[in-house]
């Protein structure tokens, strides 16, 4: 291997190092509630991948997010070759186990491309900054595995161990940061609420002094987005709704929350588990929800600009707006939500047949008035600038997903400026949440 291999190597690990720390960033924006610059629509979205489950797994069982490990990648894949680059400076031949553990290193991040990519097929988003991390580990690879192939692994256990100290020591460098990165909001936001309702026990979770421990509870990152939630709700002006089709609910109620959602879309999932979580821990009554669609598909929704043969997101909202009212169709629902990787129409029929009949269910989606009752909800939806989903409004004004906002303003009957509420920091006024 020559001077000139092992000094490209060494830039492409640097340079790896450097756009994972860009990408890290980008994932703090996120979690802040800011829109990351490779967020360009529902599909190109990374921040669908970094809030997957695999992607969520790995930071909460590690300590590291996944671009905390492509940090952690590019400082071992820099670090190496740079020590084979030394011995060469000091007229000293590269050991084997140095050698052996660079290709060892190029073949595990080959490995770990693969996996992403799987990842981001399973959620059906394309992570646009996530390439820039794929283009630099296959030219490093190219090198050190292809470039270097009559190399073999000369040395290869002690090339494993070499390879494995640095990456541990690396691993415990970045644990810190790591650690102290949010987690998914929307989990982390349920469990606080599930954790504030069982702390109420029999109490009336209606009091002051419940929503001013709630506050309280929440970790510093919770209350920054239950802030900035706050703050979007505050500034919004309400705007005059069409009358609910079904409403889930008393039409009395003080509250009464409108959610636009798409049945692909994850963070729709999170919201159905959010409002099933509501109604189980707050008075009835206290709310209702009114539940419209808003598929992010150009041939059913004329608010996405791609065009096509309409897709499983198009049938299924078809399919919702048919069985509104049924018994078991927030069941449905539920389902439709829990099978986003598998669902295709025929599954939509398949989990839709205990409710109505494939052909006279199909009749209804093909029906004008299913599609003009989707246009409906799409104008619906246009005054609170939807670039995504799920679209939520409370009493009329825009509002947020997240579980602790709807919590404590179904708990305040629709306020936001509760004295509880002064406990919190202020807020970005750049944020941005769904």
Not at 25 to 38: I, N, Y
Request: charged share 15%.
């Amino acid at each position: 291997m020559s001077p000139a291999s092992l000094a490209a190597a060494t830039a492409l690990g640097a340079l790896s190092a450097l756009w994972a720390l860009v990408l890290w960033a980008e994932l703090l924006l996120s979690r802040r509630g800011g829109v990351p610059f490779c967020t360009l629509g529902a599909t190109a979205d990374c921040a669908r991948v970094w809030d997957s489950t695999f992607a969520s797994a790995i930071h909460r069982w590690s300590g590291l997010p996944v671009a905390g490990w492509g940090l952690a990648w590019g400082l071992v894949a820099g670090a190496l070759p740079l020590l084979g680059l030394w011995r060469l400076a000091e007229h000293r031949p590269i050991s084997g186990a140095v050698v052996s553990a660079i290709r060892m290193v190029a073949a595990a991040g080959v490995v770990t491309v693969v996996v992403m990519l799987a990842v981001s097929a399973s959620e059906r988003a394309v992570c646009l900054g996530c390439f820039g991390t794929y283009v630099l580990v296959a030219g490093y690879a190219g090198i050190t595995l292809f470039g270097w192939q009559q190399a073999g692994l000369p040395d290869a256990p002690r090339g494993l161990a070499t390879a494995a100290s640095a990456t541990v020591v690396t691993y415990l460098l970045l644990l810190y940061p790591g650690l102290h990165t949010p987690g998914l909001s929307a989990a982390a936001g349920r469990a606080a609420v599930q954790e504030a309702a069982a702390s109420a026990g029999a109490g009336d979770p209606e009091t002051d002094r419940h929503l001013e421990q709630f506050v309280d509870s929440l970790a510093p990152s919770l209350k920054q987005t239950l802030s900035d939630s706050l703050y979007i709700y505050r500034n919004a002006t309400p705007q005059e709704l069409p009358p609910p089709r079904s409403l889930d609910g008393p039409a009395s109620a003080p509250v009464r929350i409108t959610e636009w959602t798409d049945a692909l879309c994850g963070h729709c999932a999170d919201l159905h588990e959010t409002l099933d979580q509501l109604r189980e821990h707050l008075p009835p009554g206290s709310f209702s929800v009114d539940s419209r669609q808003f598929p992010l598909d150009g041939a059913c929704n004329p608010m996405i600009a791609a065009q096509g043969e309409p897709t499983v997101r198009c049938l299924a909202a078809e399919v919702r707006i048919c069985l509104e009212g049924r018994e078991g169709y927030k069941d449905l629902s539920r389902k439709l939500f829990e099978d986003q990787e598998g669902l295709t129409p025929e599954r939509v029929f398949e989990l839709a047949a205990p409710l109505e009949g494939r052909h006279p269910l199909e009749a209804c989606a093909a029906a004008d008035e299913t599609h003009a009752q989707i246009d409906e909800d799409v104008a619906a939806a246009a005054p609170y600038d939807p670039d995504g989903t799920p679209i939520v409004a409370v009493n009329g004004r825009h509002a947020t997903s997240f579980a602790p906002f709807l919590y404590a303003i179904v708990l305040t009957r629709g306020s936001p400026d509760h004295p509880a509420f002064a406990r919190l920091p202020p807020p970005n006024p750049n944020a941005h949440l769904h």
